[in-house]
């Protein structure tokens, strides 16, 4: 590993991002430090989406700084070059809302052959893959294509396909909401295991009750900017700006 | 001239037949990817220009195409027109075709969602890798029903190869028609691309097939 040892793991500086003029982050600075789960929580459209889009280099960020490891991959605005990005880019994983798995790839293509084009040798990146499997309590489904499989197993192998990467740090954006009702569990079961194996991980997403479990830390954003952020009894329990008592509400029984 | 022989002589032509129908397929395939590219360039001017070629080049008759292939060199800059007119008539069908399968393909690679590139691009893969292992592939096999259309009209199509006197079957069956006033080598050469086409689509099935292996 590279970069400073005491540094958080993912950091961000007063980042700022518009769409077309519209800002939609306004100065957020945010810091992950090894073995913690942040949650970011927020109503629709404030910008917790474009925060993990830019943090994986996905949008680009018109303002601010991106750390990882306190190692600038973004400087005041200014990116350093493609090829120092790509290394940036094997630092962390992003699983995405609606998987995005390759669907002409079998389950196990799908998270052995990211780790292959990096160098690892097919036989272990099969065997790491084979092993995650297991962990994802998916195993015998190495050989299916993404659509025999439900969502809840969809997204299992995605986050495997992530990890099977060797990422400091994991990204979610809203990781359940695809999915039905009855299959939301088996994913945030998955994900609070790997919070118990302290991955450091950033998880937006509407499930409060898992957010208060399993979080170090808890983000409220809206309109563009973090408007409460503190421990998960306090942010949810004891809300000190009436913006996150009102969002909470809504979700309250 | 009895039946036999007009077939005979119709079959000659069928090499050159099958001469235009392959090599415009070799040319055309690639060629119309590397259309489709441009046309989806980031450069406005290259995606403009391209745009307008491919308009013409679906918007003009193909037999008109093929005489300006054939004959403009002659017109414009006093060429010879070439002995082998497979040359002309193969660039024009090929040019033609391309213009038709760069825009399947665009319409394929178009369909893609942005997340399979978002994907790909968080876990390393080149632009290239991205391109030919993650989105090629499902564009084939979308676009697989369009290609066998195209592929099947190519077929009849070959037969435009009369406008400039090429001696394919088709040609070769016109000129009977007309030297013994029969309506027979018309029939002759309605099934023999009839016959053909089964044949192409017994083989783009196969391919079909072989890409089926996901939903
Ligand atoms: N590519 C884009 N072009 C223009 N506007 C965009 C783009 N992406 C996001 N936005 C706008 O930015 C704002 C923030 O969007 P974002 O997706 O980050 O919100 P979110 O907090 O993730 O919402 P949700 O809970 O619905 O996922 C919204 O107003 C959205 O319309
Ligand atoms: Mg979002």
Known sequence: MNGNKNAPIFAVNNIQKSFADVPVLEDISLSVEQGNVVSIIGPSGSGKST??????????????????????????????????????????????????????????????????????????????????LRKMGLEGRERAYPSQLSG?????????????????????????????????????????????????????????PFAKAVSNRVIFMAGGVIVEQGDPLQVFDDPQEERTRQFLRVFEK | M?????????????????????????????LGMVIALLRMSKNRVIAGITR????????????????????????????????????????AFAIN????????????????????????????YTKLQTFMRIILPQVMKRIMPSVTNEVVTLV???????????????????????SQTSFLPFVVAGIFYFVFNA?????????????????
């Open chain 2, 199 to 215: 044949l192409v689509d017994y083989v783009m099935g196969l391919i079909e097939k072989r890409l089926d292996y996901y939903d």
């Open chain 2, 2 to 30: 009895t039946f036999t022989a007009m077939v005979l002589k119709m079959s000659e032509g069928l090499g050159r037949t099958c001469a235009i129908f392959f090599l415009t397929l070799l040319f055309s395939l690639p």
């Open chain 2, 97 to 124: 075709y391309a213009a038709y399968f760069a825009e399947i393909y665009r319409g394929g690679i178009e369909s893609i969602s942005k997340g399979q590139y978002e994907a790909a691009e968080v876990l390393g």
């Open chain 1, 51 to 132: 925060l993990l889009r830019c943090g994986t280099f996905l949008e680009t960020a018109d303002g601010g700084d991106i750390l990882y490891n306190g190692e600038y991959a973004m400087k005041d605005g200014v990116y350093v070059d493609k090829a120092a990005l790509r290394k940036f880019r094997s630092r962390f994983g992003l699983v995405f809302q609606n998987f995005n798995l390759f669907p002409h790839y079998s389950v196990l293509k799908n998270i052995a052959e990211p780790p292959m084009l990096q160098g690892v040798s097919r036989e272990e990146a099969e065997d790491r893959a084979m092993g995650l």
């Open chain 1, 152 to 208: 809840g197993q969809q997204q299992r192998v995605a986050i495997a396909r992530a990890l099977a990467m060797n990422p400091e740090i994991l990204f979610f954006d809203e990781p359940t909401s695809a999915l039905d009702p009855e299959l939301t569990g088996e994913v945030l079961k998955v994900i609070r295991q790997l919070a118990e194996e302290h991955m450091t991980m950033v998880v937006v997403t509407h499930e409060m």
């Open chain 2, 52 to 91: 307008f070629i491919i308009s013409v080049l679906r918007g003009t008759p193909l037999m008109l195409q093929l005489l300006a292939v054939t004959y403009g060199p002659y017109y414009l800059f006093g060429f010879n027109v070439p002995r082998n007119k497979l040359i002309p008539v193969v660039i």
């Open chain 2, 156 to 178: 009849k199509d070959t037969s435009m190869a009369f406008t400039v006197s090429y001696q394919e079957m088709f040609t070769i069956g016109k000129q009977i028609a007309n």
